[in-house]
């Protein structure tokens, strides 16, 4: 059976999604890593990119860009992560928090089905990451909600593209 070339890997926050995409590629002979998040002045969150950026090989290039679908025309293997950062950059760049729920989902939708048309028309190993939020508390506020529906719209659009869907669950995968 030949190797998966499009994958999406999702999970819980810490569950080793990270890791695990980064192991697919680790025979890569040239990977573009696209970080496609906010960055935010938090001691916390420096701290997470640090560990994430010491873990990556040197001759790995870095993007940040919010723009997914340039970014997937990256004619070498790609791994982005994350694409709940993504939505999170989507959306604030956009200042949609507060917006009517059909105009945040029209933004959305139109960036990520442009995404899953760049994906489908790559050549090289592809590994997205992303969140799997919808299995836990009903957020108590309309943002958090509003970012839980969104990533399972963005999270269904893209795993209809890929090849494989990898669930990390306290470390193991399992391969849907």
């Not at 059976?1 to 002979?29: D, F, I, N, Q, Y």
Request: proline residues 5%; negative net charge.
């Amino acid at each position: 059976m030949a190797e998966p070339l499009r994958v999406l890997v999702t999970g819980g926050v810490r569950s080793g999604k990270s890791t695990h995409a980064e192991e697919l590629l680790a025979g890569a002979p040239t990977v573009t890593y696209v970080a496609p998040g906010p960055t935010f002045d938090d001691a916390d969150w420096a701290a997470r990119i640090a560990q994430h950026r010491a873990r990556r090989p040197e001759h790995w290039e870095t993007v940040e860009t919010a723009d997914l679908a340039a970014a997937l025309a990256t004619p070498s293997a790609v791994l982005v992560d994350c694409l709940g950062t993504w939505l999170t950059a989507l959306v604030d760049g956009a200042g949609l928090w507060e917006a009517p729920t059909g105009e945040v989902e029209a933004l959305v939708v139109d960036r990520v089905d442009a995404a899953v048309e760049a994906l489908r028309a790559r050549t090289e190993v592809t590994v997205l990451v992303t969140n799997e939020v919808g299995m836990g508390v009903h957020p108590d506020h309309r943002s958090g909600r509003l970012f839980r529906d969104l990533l399972g719209t963005v999270n269904q659009r893209i795993g209809s593209a890929a090849d494989e869907v990898h669930l990390v669950v306290a470390g193991r995968v399992l391969r849907l």
